[in-house]
């Protein structure tokens, strides 16, 4: 078995598509083409320019090598894994056509992001991806974020006092590194709006996801993705351990204080809807896991995914505000208008914030925090005119689609966020080469929310603050399991 997945089974893959036409580079044995991928990273040592939004070269140059070699459709290696990637705008649209049991999340991801994702939405497939799905959309349909947006006003309270109380001392302008202001904000969203009042434990829940996260992508840093050693009884793997469980134990505390002393469930606090619909839902069909598991890792996936991409997308928002002046002027002069007198913005403020969402549809383009689309073919799958056997991983890298000057023009790498004036359909050709909240079925379950918290955050923060670049940025966009700015967002804040 182990002989096969090494060897003859990718082989089978390689073989297949080659007769095809899909050509890549030459895989060796155990190592697939991952020497060569680190020769390139290495050879190409990327030059990092200050003004560059274009940084496929600096995270991804490989990619590029071969897509330069081999053209739109490749085929590459990483050892057990044979990787088809693919960058052409009809079969990218294609791959959205197939449900989850057909083109769903790679298994090896299930098993290398378990500790931070549990086996929650993000990683499940086929009935059960459609259980869970079932179970958490409504809760962030429209007519529900409507009641959040009180809730995430009162998150930018804390944020807005802290940087007013740090100017208060400077004389009124100073630099602020932004980065865990706006994490925390953004954390704090999550706790209040999708886990109720229980804000205190959610916090807690969230630091030690964070802890989690750095702990497992520094151990992945040093062994790469090798199962046996994540196994041993090492100081970092047993911290990752002890994360996981005093995680799993918060997480059941939090279900437990939703229940009342008759066992029978009922909302004890306001805005805990989906905390309660994962609660039921666990009741459910649950193919083979247990209740406790069904609670635990969906939790862990909307804290991890309900944090991490809004905050660094509203830190790439303000940098890129930072640097462009005129555009910074223009959203705050709309931001004063509408949010004149109010204390909440409400669904029709949200909706009047036009030149705001431009420049934030704009910020995803440059920036799509989840710049990689992985699927995994679970059965023999056609993508455009191509024979996908099963067990291909299928692999779309977002930052291309965004950048590609077929689609966008020949300004692609510029920040223009009136490209996006008339809709998206209008700023790109095919319009589903703009999909920063991903494609097809598995399309984010929190766009709404994502957009309402950013709307809320920026406006409040530019009717108080101007924003510019500070001399000690350094840009550097690096990839850790999202897109973000490797040394920090250090800005000059000076309050209005
Ligand atoms: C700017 C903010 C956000 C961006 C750009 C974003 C982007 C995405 C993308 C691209 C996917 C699809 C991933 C794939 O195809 O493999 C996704 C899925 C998902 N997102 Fe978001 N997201 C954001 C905010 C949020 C928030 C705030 C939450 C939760 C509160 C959330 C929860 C999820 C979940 C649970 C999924 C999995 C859906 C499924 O597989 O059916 N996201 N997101």
């Excluded at 666990?282 to 991890?304: D, M, W």
């Excluded at 509203?314 to 109010?342: F, K, N, S, Y």
């Excluded at 934030?360 to 799509?368: A, F």
Aim: proline share 5%; hydrophobic share 40%.
């Amino acid at each position: 078995y182990s002989c096969n997945i090494l060897w003859p089974g990718p082989e089978k893959i390689r073989k297949k598509l080659r007769r095809q036409g899909v050509k890549g580079p030459k895989p060796t044995f155990l190592h697939g083409n991952t020497r060569e991928m680190k020769s390139i990273c290495h050879e190409l040592k990327p030059v990092k320019k200050q003004d560059s939004n274009n940084y496929i070269s600096t995270l991804f140059p490989h990619l590029l090598v071969w897509r330069e070699a081999y053209g739109p459709v490749f085929q590459y290696s990483t050892g057990g894994r044979e990787i088809l990637h693919v960058s052409q705008p009809d079969m990218v649209k294609d791959i959205g056509h197939w449900t989850p049991s057909e083109l769903g999340k790679p298994s090896y991801l299930k098993k290398s992001r378990k500790a931070l994702l549990g086996g929650g939405l993000f990683t499940v497939n086929g009935d059960e991806w459609a259980y869970q799905r079932k179970v958490m959309a409504p809760e962030f349909f429209m007519d529900k974020i409507k009641d959040m947006i009180q809730l995430i006003e009162d998150a930018t309270a804390p944020l807005l006092e802290a940087w007013e109380s740090i100017l208060e001392g400077a004389g009124g302008s100073t630099e602020i590194v932004v980065d865990d202001y706006v994490r925390n904000f953004s954390g704090d969203v999550i706790s209040r709006a999708c886990f109720g009042s229980s804000f205190a434990k959610g916090e807690e829940i969230f630091c030690k996801l964070r802890q989690l996260q750095k702990a497992t992508a520094q151990r992945d840093a040093f062994v790469g993705l090798s199962a046996v050693w994540k196994h041993l009884p090492t100081k970092s793997n047993r911290a990752i351990r002890n994360l996981v469980e005093e995680v799993r134990l918060l997480i059941l505390e939090l279900a437990k204080a939703n229940r009342n002393e008759n066992g029978a469930e009922h909302a004890a606090t306001h805005n805990n809807g989906l905390l309660r619909a994962i609660i039921d839902g666990s009741h459910g069909p649950l193919n083979g896991g247990t209740a406790e598991e069904f609670i635990v890792g969906n939790c862990k996936s909307i804290y991890f995914a309900g944090h991490e991409s809004t905050a660094v997308t509203a830190i790439w928002c303000l940098m890129l505000l930072a640097t462009h002046p005129e555009w910074q002027d223009r959203v705050r002069a709309e931001a004063l208008e509408v949010c004149h007198g109010t204390m909440t913005l409400g669904v029709d403020g949200l909706h009047r914030l036009k030149i705001l969402t431009m420049v934030i549809q704009e910020t995803l383009r440059l920036y799509p925090p989840a710049s990689l689309m992985m699927r995994e073919a679970l059965t023999d799958i056609k993508i455009g005119n191509l024979d996908v056997p099963r067990g291909t991983i299928v692999q779309v890298t977002r930052l291309m689609l965004h950048l590609d000057k077929e689609a966008w023009g020949a300004d692609a790498n510029e920040f223009r966020p009136d490209r996006f004036a008339n809709g998206v359909a209008a700023a790109c050709k095919p319009a589903h080469m703009y999909a920063p909240f991903g494609l097809g079925p598995r399309i984010c379950i929190a766009q709404n929310l994502a957009m309402a918290e950013m709307k809320v955050l920026l406006a409040r923060l530019l009717c108080r603050f101007a924003f510019s670049p500070s001399p000690s940025y350094r840009h550097s966009p690096a990839f850790r399991l999202t897109i973000e700015p490797e040394f920090g967002m250090p800005l000059v804040v000076t309050r209005l």
